[in-house]
């Protein structure tokens, strides 16, 4: 899994990616609020940790910007601040969970593990929209109830454009997420993976399942309920 650290404290930061990297999770760190609300908006991942005070973007509008834009990443908070009136303040902006410092390296590996587990559990097994109904679990497709034969790559191309129904995504996010460990990655690719996972979809040309937006990238048009 792949967790996003934005806290300005280097060496709280260093500490915070170590034992994240130790404990298994791809970490991704900055220590400056501007940064850290690009990442959050470009890349994928799968939980945060926040700092509230931070140089550039403050947490808190970091947050609401996230929330705003319908980013439901779990968001683990920490501050210095310990008045209840913060916490309540971090939770109405957009927070999952809070952790006052100092704390614990335990206890924040057990508060992000179950925002992850909520997430997962939330997210659910089964996506429908439309005349589609995805499996995550058994990675199965159907199209007005005939089952579609997709890649690995198709499948999960699919699953993010459908979780993420509505939201526009960038090429880079989408190389990004498909392709973590790819440093020479080309955009051709995934415009290859997007036509041939929309040929499967709507053979006749009468869905148009996925949008381009020229100079943005792709979106999951189909927002009506399941049929």
Known sequence: ????????????RGQLAAQLGREGFRVDQTGDGDEGLYLAREYPFDGAVLDLGLPGTPGLEILRQMRAAGNRLP???????????????GLE???DDYLAKPFEMEELLARLRALLRRAAGAAGQVIEAGPLRLDRAGQRLWV?????????????????????????????????YLYPHDEDRDSNVLEVLVGRLRRKLDPDGSLVPIETLRGRGY???IDGDPV
């Open 1 to 12: 899994m792949r967790i996003l650290v934005i806290e300005d404290e280097a060496a709280l």
């Open 75 to 89: 968001v683990l908070v920490l501050t210095a601040r310990g008045r209840w009136q913060d916490k309540v303040e």
């Open 219 to 221: 979106r999951f048009a």
């Open 93 to 95: 902006a957009g927070a």
């Open 144 to 176: 007005r109830g005939a089952p579609v034969e997709l890649t690995a790559y198709e499948f999960r191309l699919l699953e993010r454009l459908m979780a993420e129904r509505g939201r526009v995504l960038s090429k880079r996010e989408l190389s990004d």
